[in-house]
């Protein structure tokens, strides 16, 4: 499984992206996909999730909640993560990764794409 995220790019806050990650490989069947990301000096933590094999489920960090949107698209194989109203907190690599029920954790992940916000 390969993970390509894009869309990264520097907005004034009030501004908005959107990131997109396309899946590859033979074994390509998620359950779900999901957003992280990193901001300097902290730890990388959830943004946003939705549910791939069935219905359109989706889930958010309270921070990002009524910013994001997090929608799929099967037939390609990709994910978006559409932000606005960024704000710089938001400033981070953002990565999309890959996991099935079974999976413990998310074990694939694509190579991060970087979004920084200025005030």
């Known amino acids: 499984v390969q993970l390509q995220a894009s869309g990264g790019g520097a907005v004034q806050a009030g501004g908005s992206l959107r990131l997109s990650c396309v899946g590859s490989g033979r074994t390509f069947s998620p359950d779900f996909m999901g957003w992280f990301r990193q901001a300097p000096g902290k730890e990388r933590e959830f943004v946003a999730r939705?549910?791939?094999?069935?219905?359109?489920?989706?889930y958010y960090a309270d921070s990002v909640e009524g910013r994001f949107t997090i929608s799929r698209d099967k037939a390609k194989n990709t994910v978006f993560l559409q932000m606005s109203n960024l704000r710089p907190e938001d400033t981070a690599v953002y990565y999309c990764a890959a996991r099935r029920t079974s999976h413990n954790g998310w074990p694939y992940w694509g190579q991060g794409t970087q979004v920084t916000v200025s005030s």
């Open positions: 939705v549910f791939w094999s069935g219905g359109t489920r989706t």
